[in-house]
């Protein structure tokens, strides 16, 4: 059974963003979980999960907040390249 949370903000905040209401906590709710993700809390999948998305929803999503969908150091990919 999931848990819900409570987030208060000001009640003019969506209006000076320009957004609805709807669409501020929609951004909200996707900038918690892109930040778990990049910080490596939460994987993709369950990033998707919880925002109730498909996984290659939530990660083609990351671009609308500049969160890079793949994160390997320098090394990591240079091996992925070469093993291609």
């Known amino acids: 059974m999931p848990i819900q949370m409570q987030v208060e903000y000001p009640d003019n905040l969506p209006d000076a963003l320009a957004e609805t209401r709807q669409e501020f906590e929609a951004e909200a709710k996707l900038a918690m979980a892109a930040k778990l993700y990049e910080l490596k809390r939460l994987s993709s999948g ?24 793949i994160d390997l150091a320098e090394e990591e990919l240079l091996s992925d390249v070469r093993n291609a």
């Open 46 to 69: 369950q990033a998707a999960q919880l925002l109730g998305m498909e996984r290659v929803e939530f990660l083609l999503a990351l671009s609308s907040l500049g969160t890079p969908a």
